[in-house]
């Protein structure tokens, strides 16, 4: 009776969350219900977890006498688990948001791996498949942990610069074809072939062991310009590892909401490489940032600067003005003031939009959680496909620290290391200002033609102080009208 | 009567294809701009696994076991909650033109600390 109670209320807590994870990421399909949608996929999970001590009334009779343990041991993990990452959740900043992720990710395939390693090492897998599917899940899990421990590592600027050793790649294949070899240990170990060196134990360490150094090895040669691609991958990878243990467990909420995952992390990842015009495996195993064999095109002319605040009253004065925000607007925390410096356009009836490159920021779509955190309507933000055709009949296009997503040579010029990758049309704009810390390249090292063209300003300095100044010369048109 | 859950490979692989192709569906509507909250919404999703973790601690015998299912349980609540709570922070901050963000203030602090 009271297995059968506890069967039906888990069963009906977990379809429910199932349906609760999916609607909720539904509703996400726009930023008018996405808000709600976050609240009702919460709702499944907190009844999942509630109705999940239900399991207690069908433990194994071995692991009864433990039971008080186990249960304080729960307790306690959810509480510092749940509540530490709630309070830090809270209070991180939203330019530290990518890091953040890829935290919170890795602990969920780190979860997913220790799941596999419980069932391993007490021998609860039964039959070959399900022994095959734990150790998969397991694999996958763990390199989900390692590979976003050093993710965040990267984003966060611990690590600076991408570890890259001669044969790196070949290295990399023959952790894997251990790894796989060791998983193969365990199974005839398991199944109970003899002549094997280690004990099961022992074999089950070393995979794991494995697993995580292969996660390291696999994401440390990658660049910084390439996490937005990386951290979606791993999202993947956690989402599937969960939905694999939920196979081995028979759970299949977990089943579901960890492929559901796994195919949003997958589609993330698509379209990243996309945006950046390569292909998944490029940015996996080969090393980006190293120069171009060809020589690219030589640029005539040289860079104009000018200064803020006559760009500021030329903004003024104009039509219609597209703003180009790229990372380096974060980095100099200038976001409330170019939304003050928006508004003073708007006031003067400028028509005036933002216009994101799918690459903006580290991870994607962080450049409209920016925006928005500084008060922007996403009314007033537009992605490339949207925007691209409205600079050639803009007359401004400003760009605040963004580079290689508004350069033409993407375009024009075959032998540049960026040739193909979809670019915002900025080039295209009557008048193109960029405001910029000083003369230098971009965060891939590649010189900007759009610099050199003769419709393009420089306004070089700090955006933050740049904006104050182009704040300053409208409020003071202003005041002289007055 | 019995409401045990059995599923063998094939059913399994149905629960999975179904449901890649639900997600892929699902999350081929959002738009680009909510694409932050989505990647952290759909990592909120996937901490699901703390349910997996309460399932293997519960029954575990040995030390190690109850060592590691403490560490399934605490990584997947980290997940869980963690996930949760930067989403909704974010998409509280989306507006239209018509309505004010209403906790600006507090943001514009954490930004400045960060």
């Known amino acids: ?139 996958i899990g763990a390199v989900s942990l390692s590979g976003s421990v050093i993710a965040w590592a990267k984003l966060d600027g611990v690590l600076k610069q991408p570890l890259r050793v001669r044969g790196q790649q070949y290295a990399n294949a023959v952790v ?73 467990l028979q759970n299949p909420a977990l089943m579901i909401a960890g492929m559901v995952v796994g195919a949003a992390g997958l589609l993330l990842t698509v379209i990243m490489a996309r945006a950046m015009n390569r292909s998944i495996a490029n940015v996996l195993f080969t090393n980006f940032g190293t120069p171009a064999k060809a020589k690219p095109g030589a640029i005539k002319g040289s860079e104009r600067s000018t200064d803020a605040a006559d760009a500021a009253i030329k903004m003024r004065y104009a039509g219609k003005v597209i703003i180009v925000p790229g990372y380096g607007l974060a980095a100099a925390h200038a976001q409330q003031k170019l939304y003050e410096f928006v508004k003073l356009l708007l006031a003067a009836k400028v028509s005036v939009k933002f216009a994101i490159h799918p690459v903006a920021g580290r991870m994607p779509g962080q450049m409209d959680v920016l925006l928005a955190e500084a008060g922007v309507p996403y009314d007033m933000i537009f992605q490339l496909d949207d925007i691209n055709d409205d600079f050639a009949t803009s007359d401004v296009a400003l760009i605040i620290g963004a580079n290689d997503v508004v350069n033409p040579a993407a375009r024009t010029d075959k032998a540049s290391p960026i040739f193909g990758m979809p670019i915002l049309n900025a080039d295209k704009a009557a008048q193109v200002f960029v405001v910029k810390r000083g003369q230098g390249k971009g965060y891939s090292g590649i010189v900007n033609a759009l610099f050199y063209a003769p419709n393009c300003n420089m306004v070089y300095g700090d955006a933050q102080a740049v904006l104050v100044k182009m704040i300053e010369a409208v409020r003071g048109l202003g005041a002289a009208a007055a | 009567m019995t409401f045990a859950i059995a599923m063998t490979g094939f059913v399994a692989l149905y629960i999975f294809m179904l449901a890649g192709f639900a997600g892929w569906v699902i999350i081929g509507n959002v738009p680009a701009i909510l694409h932050t909250p989505l990647m952290s919404g759909s990592n909120f999703v996937h901490g699901i696994v703390v349910v997996g973790g309460l399932y293997a601690l519960f029954n575990a015998i040995t030390p190690q076991e109850q060592a590691i299912g403490f560490v399934a349980v605490l990584l997947g609540a980290g997940n869980a909650a963690g996930g949760y709570a930067v989403t909704d922070r974010m998409l509280a901050m989306f507006k239209t033109s018509d309505a004010k963000p209403a906790r600006k203030h507090a943001q514009i602090h954490h930004l400045k600390k960060g």
């Not at chain 1, 888990?10 to 990421?25: Q, R, S, V, Y």
């Not at chain 1, 150094?213 to 991958?233: K, Q, R």
């Open chain 1, 176 to 248: 894997m074809a251990v790894t796989v070899a060791v998983a193969g240990m365990i199974v005839t170990s398991v199944l109970g072939v003899g002549g094997l060196v280690l004990t099961t134990p022992a074999w089950i360490w070393t995979f794991f062991a494995l697993a995580l150094l292969f996660g390291i090895l696999m994401t440390l040669p990658i660049g910084g310009a390439d996490m937005p691609v990386v951290i979606s991958i791993y999202n993947a990878f956690t989402g599937l590892a969960v939905g694999l243990e939920g196979f081995v």
């Open chain 1, 1 to 139: 009776m009271l297995t059968q109670i506890s069967q039906l209320v888990i069963g009906a807590a977990d379809l429910g969350a199932a349906f609760l994870f999916m609607f909720g990421l539904k509703r996400m399909s726009s930023p008018a219900t996405a808000p709600s949608g976050i609240r009702v996929a919460g709702i499944g999970m907190i009844a999942a977890v509630l109705a999940s001590f239900l399991y207690l009334l069908t433990v194994d009779a071995a692991a009864r006498p433990h039971m008080l343990v186990n249960v304080g041991l729960a307790v306690l993990a959810l509480l510092i688990g749940g509540v530490g990452a709630w309070f830090v959740g809270r209070k991180v900043a939203m330019t530290a948001m990518p890091q953040m992720v890829a935290i919170y990710n890795g602990m969920g395939g780190g979860a997913a791996g220790s799941i596999a390693a419980v069932e391993l090492f007490g021998g609860r897998t039964q039959g070959t498949t399900q022994l095959v599917v734990t150790l998969l899940g397991g694999l």
